[in-house]
């Protein structure tokens, strides 16, 4: 079995800065690619951001340049850096991750993290 637990949520002020994580465990063999994504009320899960096993990126345009996607191969885990936050930002945060459990391939979800900015 393969958990995600997402972390560093919260409330924030339009302009600051969150730090989100995402760590997988369990009988992992390969991570591929990890992402996150965001869902506001009433609206549907949309794509921020995307990391692939060899550290290649990409955003969403309404994030570009304030948001940064990396990962600790190491740790099984991901990051976003959150800056020049918007109310438009807040939505639960979900992590996406691409993995092997030895030559099966699957992808798992976390149960999101809330994010709120207030302006």
């Known amino acids: 079995q393969v958990q995600l637990v997402e972390s560093g949520g919260g409330l924030v002020q339009a302009g600051g800065s969150l730090r989100l994580s995402c760590a997988a465990s369990?009988?992992?063999?390969?991570?591929?690619?990890m992402g996150w994504y965001r869902q506001a009320p009433g609206k549907q899960r949309e794509l921020v951001a995307t990391?692939?096993?060899?550290?290649?990126?990409d955003y969403a345009d309404s994030v570009k340049g304030r948001f940064t996607i990396s990962r600790d191969n190491a740790k099984n885990t991901m990051y976003l850096q959150m800056n020049s936050l918007k109310p438009e930002d807040t939505a639960v945060y979900y992590c996406?991750?691409?993995?092997?459990?030895?030559?099966?391939?699957?992808?798992?979800w976390g149960r999101g993290t809330q994010v709120t900015v207030s302006s």
């Open positions: 996406n991750v691409d993995l092997y459990i030895s030559l099966r391939r699957s992808q798992y």
């Open positions: 990391i692939t096993s060899d550290a290649s990126t």
């Open positions: 369990g009988t992992i063999s390969r991570i591929n690619a």
